[in-house]
């Protein structure tokens, strides 16, 4: 074998050596970026308690929350059907929205409901700091209404990413999305029978069901709970706030810990 032939192979080794040591450094890469992205989904979240979807519960409870408001006709109409059926609801208010109605948000607080910030102009944006500027807009809005600051939160369109995360639970926040087969999609008005069945289909204990009370025509969101509110009352439910929820779920985890 001659030594030009002996280089060409050495250098084929030496190349064939190269492929496979950066097919391995992207290999073991790309699996540190999926292992880092699968520990940050939602049961890395829900074991940090930075963000809730739901609870798990023998109780038999639902939240009812509610976006994008208050409004002056369709928050006043939800607010008339949970008083008639002793429930209590949690609103994740817009803050621009809550200086033109100060009125219907001191109604929420007088009668018993949780108020929640949900930034102060509803934008869409992956800016870390508008959001957090906007959710300090929003909490000085609500403050100036009922004397209180809220402590939760629901990212516009449910959207969030680690940096959000980080940034809004170091603000005090706690992250509220909802049930993922709990989104009425009411904002897109598809029909109140659509509605109806999206909540009643499939109802677990615990679960935190997405309703709209602004951002647009919210009639069928109002006659749903028309037909909602007492079927689930008539089977044993309680309607609770996000806080008691979280009450339940601190104290299922407290007794399994004593036991």
């Known amino acids: 074998m001659t030594r030009k032939r002996i280089k060409r192979i050495a250098f084929i080794l030496f190349l064939v050596l190269l492929f496979l040591f950066a097919a391995f450094y992207v290999f073991h890469s790309l699996g540190a970026t999926n292992a880092k992205s699968l520990e940050k989904g939602r049961q890395y979240y829900e074991e940090t308690g930075h963000i809730i979807w739901d609870i798990k519960t023998d109780e038999k409870v639902v939240a009812l929350t509610f976006d994008d408001g ?6 006043e109409q939800i607010l008339d059907l949970l ?27 007088e009668e018993g ?3 929640a910030n949900h930034t102060y102009t509803h934008p869409n944006s992956k800016s870390v700091s508008r959001i957090v500027e906007e959710i300090n807009q929003t909490s000085d809005v609500i403050f100036s209404i009922t004397g209180e600051k809220p402590y939760l939160f629901r990212p516009v369109e449910g959207y969030y990413t680690e940096d959000i995360v980080n940034e809004v639970v ?15 999609e ?55 706030t996000i806080s008691q929820m979280l009450h339940i779920q601190n104290e299922a985890k407290h007794h399994i810990v004593e036991e």
Do not use: C
């Open 70 to 75: 208050p409004h002056p006709k369709y928050t």
């Open 186 to 240: 009411d904002w897109k008005e598809p029909g109140v029978n659509k509605i109806v069945n999206t909540v009643l289909k499939g109802l677990k204990n615990g679960d935190v069901i997405l309703f709209h009370d602004g951002g647009g025509n919210r009639e069928q969101t109002v006659k749903s709970l028309e037909k909602i509110l007492p079927e689930l009352k008539e089977d044993g439910y309680k309607f609770i």
């Open 83 to 109: 008083e008639q059926y002793e429930a209590k609801g949690t609103f994740f208010i817009v803050g621009q929205h809550a200086e033109k109605t100060p009125e219907v948000v001191l109604r929420m607080s």
């Open 170 to 184: 170091k603000s005090g926040y706690k992250i509220v999305m909802w049930s993922w087969h709990q989104d009425t």
């Open 113 to 115: 409901h949780e108020i």
